[in-house]
RNA sequence: UGUCCCAUGGUGUAACGGUAGCACUACAGUUUUUGGUACUGUCUGUCUAGGUUCGAAUCCUGGUGGGACAACCA
């Protein structure tokens, strides 16, 4: 055997985190976090994210810590903070701390004081909208707020009033004093507080009125801590400049973090907003954020994905400058890669016509054993009752078949999987001309295992025993939009690219009583058909199999033949 | 008439001055108790024009193209 040593690459963070080890920047500490906002359920986008920050950690003997955000109590839940806890946690991820930015609301304070004293910081009384009339555009400069020369003593005494409540929302903000012709919009001036008295914090109440803002606090709450890399996504490459400006006005010690970006994940189909998800949400549109079609953590969970499968696509899909969009049809793959090699494989017939062989006994009951999973070593096998009167799939017979088919046709032999091997003698049609029931003849010499068995035929089908299969529910998901890229049709609604028949429910399924005892974390493969799991709503009594994603191609080439 | 970031097959990435490689997709073929899986093969790429160099995807310059920035969001 040659050895197993797949080199990765090292992506561009990785490299850059070797070489900050190497020359011993920050003394050779390393500390990631994760800081997502809980105004959300976390999908796809953040698994990516979530891997690099706790894998850089994990890989060269650092820590991660998780941060929530929340500065923003307008927008913010406990719902989401218990549930981007849980999404962590399926992935394999532990924290080594789990922070709020509410937690340092009072040393952000005491610093933004600090900054009043130094000059650097002012209060302004003008509107929103003066406000952002007075910053200009990218590229006419802006113009200084009548306010900007304010004595410290009085920036000091608004400040507080800021936050005892005295102040209305909007009335005031406090500014950083920079410099309102940057060619860097986010220097001039960025507002470092405003006043929301409307919504409750999440923890901490009505206690405070004056909230910090993303560009103050997030630098300034990696500091805290000690964060070393500071990994975000694209978007907030032009705060770095800023992020950087904060730090510099407070750090006391050799120490400081390091901000870089990486591309935010895109895929094809797929929508990846917050704001738009809330809305399919809020609309009804989808069953909640946990609905299968949701690109959520937990809507794949609940759709079948494995956290497996998840690590597998992030590792194809890299870390780079500059964004992307991926094809669905990757992270497809990297699901059906782990599937197939873990997935047990169970008989379901989808679409039933009952099948005769009759020359087999009456009443009786063979069990064919089935091996649970081809391709894995020692993972058992469970039974299937075979009876005389048995479903297949309406689509497995063609009365008259065209050449490459290679199912049942009249006069034409077929494995029964795991079973025998039989031959169509003829069929039964109702007055529409619809068949209603398929006759054949099974040869005894040819079960499963017996020295005739090996005799070569067209196909194999799958089948339960009519008597003994159990009734079902099957959610057949599809992706749920159909645009191609969903940023280029910002002015379009976006609900009339959905796809109308993402969802199809199909009750007359028929599956091997096998499956009744099938715990819901587990995954099938349902012959020919595809990958499915037990959604959590199933019940002995009623069994509901969601698809997570079907076979490769096998219907669309069967449609082209 | 700005600042910052970026540009490798259809898609996603690697090559760190020395043979443009990998994966996905698509299309063929082999194996197969499902047309799945596995394996093999084929198609397709360094945005452009200069420069440096024995040698450039890589370094430099100019174009072209794309993205981010004008929330009291993060």
Redesign the pocket.
């Known amino acids: 055997m040659e050895e197993n040593t797949v080199k990765r ?4 963070i990785e ?1 850059m985190v070797e070489k900050d080890l190497a020359e011993g920047r920050n003394n050779g500490r390393i500390q990631t976090r994760f ?3 809980p ?1 959300g359920y976390l999908h796809i986008g953040h698994a990516k994210a979530i891997c690099l920050d706790f894998g850089i950690a994990r890989n060269y003997g650092g820590i991660c810590n998780l941060r929530f ?4 109590p ?2 913010e839940d406990v719902e989401y903070v218990d549930s981007i806890q849980e999404d962590i946690k399926w992935l394999g991820y532990e924290w080594a701390n789990i922070y709020y ?1 509410s937690d340092y609301f009072q040393q952000l304070w005491d610093l933004a004081v600090k900054l009043i004293k130094d000059g650097k910081a002012y209060i ?5 909208e003066t ?2 009339k007075q ?5 006419l400069p802006g113009t200084e707020s009548p306010y900007r020369k304010r004595p410290v003593e009085e920036n000091l005494a608004l400040f507080e009033k800021m936050n005892s409540g005295e102040v209305e ?5 406090l500014r950083a004093k920079i410099d309102m012709a940057s ?4 220097f001039r001036d ?2 470092m507080y ?3 008295k409307s919504y409750p914090h999440h923890r901490t109440g009505y206690a405070w009125k004056a ?5 103050y ?2 630098g300034q709450s990696d500091y805290f801590e000690g964060v070393t890399h500071s990994l975000c996504t ?8 800023l992020y950087d400006w904060f730090i510099d006005q407070f750090a006391d010690s050799d120490y400081r973090p390091y901000q870089t ?1 990486f ?1 935010r994940l895109n895929i ?1 189909y797929t929508v990846m907003s917050k704001r738009k998800m809330l809305q399919l949400v809020e609309e009804g549109i989808v069953r909640g954020w946990d609905d299968p079609r949701m690109p959520t953590i937990c809507g794949l969970r609940r759709r079948g994905y494995t956290p497996a499968a998840i690590h597998n696509f992030i590792d ?12 669905v ?2 992270l ?2 990297a699901v ?2 782990d599937l ?1 090699a873990n997935a047990d ?1 169970a ?1 379901a017939v989808l679409n039933p016509i009952k099948l005769i062989l009759t020359n087999y006994p009456e009443g009786q009951v063979e069990m064919m054993e089935a091996v649970n999973n ?2 894995k070593e020692n993972c058992g096998s469970h039974e299937i009752p075979f009876t005389k009167e048995l479903y297949i799939e309406a689509d ?1 017979f063609m009365e008259e078949a065209p050449k ?4 049942l046709t009249i006069g034409q032999e077929v ?5 025998y091997i039989i031959k169509c003698t003829g069929c039964k049609k109702d007055e529409n001309g619809n068949v209603t029931e398929v006759y054949a003849e099974y040869d005894p010499q ?5 020295p005739e ?2 005799r ?1 035929v067209k ?4 089948w339960v025993s009519v008597e003994h299969s159990l009734p079902a529910e099957v959610r057949l998901y599809d992706r749920l939009f159909l645009a191609e890229n969903l ?2 049709e910002k002015d379009r609604d976006f609900r009339e690219l959905l796809n109308p028949n993402s969802l199809v429910i199909n009750t007359k399924a028929r599956v091997e009583p096998w499956l009744k005892d099938a715990t819901h974390l587990h995954n099938f ?5 595809g990958y499915f799991n037990v959604d959590p709503d199933s019940t002995p009594d009623k069994l509901v199999f969601n698809r997570t994603v079907s ?4 219907w ?3 449609v ?2």
Do not use: C, W
Not at 135 to 139: A, E
């Open positions: 690459t090292l992506n561009f490299q800081p997502p906002e105004n955000d929340d500065t923003n307008a927008k930015a302004d009384e003008q509107s929103a406000i952002a910053k200009g555009t990218p590229t929302e909007g009335a005031m903000v060619p860097n919009m986010h960025p507002i405003r006043v929301i909230y910090p803002m993303y560009d606090a997030h694209l978007e907030f490459e032009v705060h770095r400049p970006e591309n094809t194809k899909i890299g870390y780079t400058k500059y964004e992307g969009i991926i094809d049809s990757l497809e793959h059906r890669e197939n494989r008989s081809p391709e497995d490459k088919y290679f199912r494995r029964l999987k795991n079973a040819t079960k499963s295992g017996m068995s090996n070569k196909g194999t089908i799958h940023n280029e493969q349902f012959q020919r058909i076979l490769k191609d096998s669309a080439k069967e082209r033949n």
